[in-house]
């Protein structure tokens, strides 16, 4: 399969492109600094600039996956970074799809990224692919994105939406970030440790989109998130037993906001978001529960 992969040099792409390659795909790398790519991704049969997301620049590939985005937890979000964050998403979404409406392509799947965050606040609900969406900036970002994805089915292309939740991985993420104050023994539980944390595996993201690159059966959205879900409470616990670190001091929520401003709610507020889709469909998580990812990862 000649897969093209937008956004490949951020955490999850760089994992795919390896899982894509050393199963024997072609990888296609579309990014903003093609030279940057190819020193980064050596491996990829071909490096491309984003202004190469065309009908030609996309016919010779059998599927597309857009991974592409401003990191959401790279900086504190002001107005302007808000809009990068919204833009980045669907500019490049929307650019994608015009590509596909050509008719020259030979690909017929668009796997796009989007968020649990698309959900909002949740509570104690269980929150599926039928939940509706939330009303806070980051549903409103995630809506805006998925509706660019979406119409790519008018031109008869399969699309997969791919709801992600915390991506926890070993080289970068939120894992990283989290692990530093046990590491100082000052972790603990983040606005009391109730909210739930939709957590998932780099690992089962990347077999989750490659599954979706394989599987027809698979379509529109789909939460990527560990089937077993946890309170913060419960992660903060798993990782103070991993490190061997105390896990009891608390983080009031006041004092995350006044440090990352609006940004703090991705953390503060969370979903029981279940992967009910891509169980229906057949696939088979490598992790499930927190304490085996974290062996892996710690």
């Given at each position: ?54 009908a030609d620049g996309?016919?010779d590939l059998d ?236």
């Open positions: 399969m000649r897969v093209g992969v937008i956004g490949a040099t951020g955490f999850v792409g760089r994992a795919l492109v390896d899982a894509l390659t050393a199963r024997g795909d072609a990888v296609v790398v579309f990014s903003r600094d093609p030279a940057k790519a190819r020193q980064r991704l050596p491996a990829a049969a071909d490096t491309r600039s984003l202004e190469a997301i065309t996309i016919a599927a597309v996956v857009n991974l592409a985005g401003e990191s959401v937890g790279a900086k504190r979000w002001d107005a302007q970074y808000k809009l990068a964050i919204r833009e980045s998403r669907v500019q490049t979404t929307r650019r994608a799809v015009e590509a596909f409406g050509s008719g020259a392509a030979r690909s017929r799947v668009l796997v796009n990224a989007s968020a649990v965050g698309f959900y909002g606040p949740r509570g104690d609900e269980d929150v599926t692919e039928e939940t509706p969406a939330g009303d806070d900036f980051l549903a409103s970002v995630c809506r805006d994105w998925e509706d660019e994805a979406r119409k790519v089915s008018t031109f008869g292309v399969r699309e997969v939406r791919l709801r992600l939740g915390l991506v926890l991985g070993d080289a970068g993420g939120s894992l990283e970030k989290m692990l530093l104050p046990f590491k100082m023994f000052v972790g603990g539980p983040v606005g009391g440790g109730q909210q739930w944390f939709p957590w998932v595996h780099l690992a089962d993201v990347v077999g989750a989109i490659v599954w979706a690159l394989d599987h027809g059966t698979l379509r529109g959205a789909v939460n990527v998130t560990a089937p077993e879900p946890l309170r913060y409470r419960d992660f903060a616990a798993a990782i103070g037993r991993r490190l061997r670190r105390p896990s009891w001091l608390p983080v009031p929520a006041f004092a995350l906001r006044l440090v990352l401003g609006q940004m703090s709610e991705v953390v503060v507020t969370g979903q029981r978001a279940l992967p009910n889709a891509l169980i229906a469909d057949g696939y088979q998580f490598k992790y499930s529960r927190i304490d085996d990812a974290l062996s892996e990862l710690i």
